[in-house]
């Protein structure tokens, strides 16, 4: 009789008369540095369920403060280990939203930065108040970074809200709809939630 012997989707596998295991090294939760703009007003709140995105983007509006000195964020950590909250307005969100954080909900200060881990691969549940599905979401639906910070939506309803929604990233797939749920495993206090499928598509 076959066993699954790892979470999401992989385990023994029949092969013949014979059962095979099937693991797989792919990461699904990773350490980064979510940071907060020097020039920023105030602090950001980053709640569990956020959708974040890699910085790859350099100079005013992009920085930390490092020995008081305005330094890029991408280039203090290297590419791949800064994120920020994913939002569409950023035209390089549309290609380097990358996962959802799993934390617990803190405050990062203007210049200011927290060591978090963030969900890239595997299933997780997306929530509104951290991640906002569009309560249209059904099974099947491809998931992508909305223009509320920090949120997501599903492709198929946002092409007239958003723009070209086709051109961006589907970092998830909607496993269950869209309903109307408590907390769910994020910061939320309610809204719409679904459970997805992260693709890390970027091979974190």
């Not at 280039?75 to 939203?97: E, I, K, P």
């Not at 959802?100 to 549940?125: F, H, L, N, S, T």
């Not at 086709?166 to 909607?174: G, W």
Request: aromatic share 6%; net charge negative; glycine share 10%.
């Amino acid at each position: 009789m076959n066993t699954v012997s790892k979470i999401d989707g992989f385990g023994t596998r029949r092969s013949g008369t014979s059962d095979v295991q099937n693991f797989d090294a792919r990461k699904r939760i990773v350490d980064m540095y979510f940071y907060m703009d020097d020039g920023a007003a105030a602090s950001t709140d980053l709640k569990t369920g956020d959708v974040v995105a890699l910085e790859v983007n350099a100079g005013a509006g992009y920085q930390i403060t490092v020995d008081s000195t305005a330094t890029d964020a991408k280039d203090y950590w290297g590419y791949g280990n800064a994120v920020t909250l994913a939002n569409s307005a950023v035209a390089s969100h549309l290609a380097f939203t990358c996962g959802v954080y799993i934390g617990p909900a803190i405050a990062v200060k203007a210049g200011e930065w927290a060591r978090v881990q963030i969900q890239v691969g595997g299933v997780i549940e997306i929530a509104d108040g951290g991640i906002g599905v569009a309560n249209t979401v059904v099974v099947g639906d491809r998931i992508i970074v909305s223009g509320v910070a920090g949120e997501a939506t599903d492709e198929d309803t946002s092409v007239a809200s958003i723009g070209a929604a086709q051109n961006q990233v589907k970092f998830a797939i909607a496993i269950t709809a869209a309903a109307s749920n408590a907390t769910n495993k994020t910061s939320a206090t309610a809204g719409d939630t679904c459970t997805a499928y992260l693709l890390n598509h970027l091979q974190l």
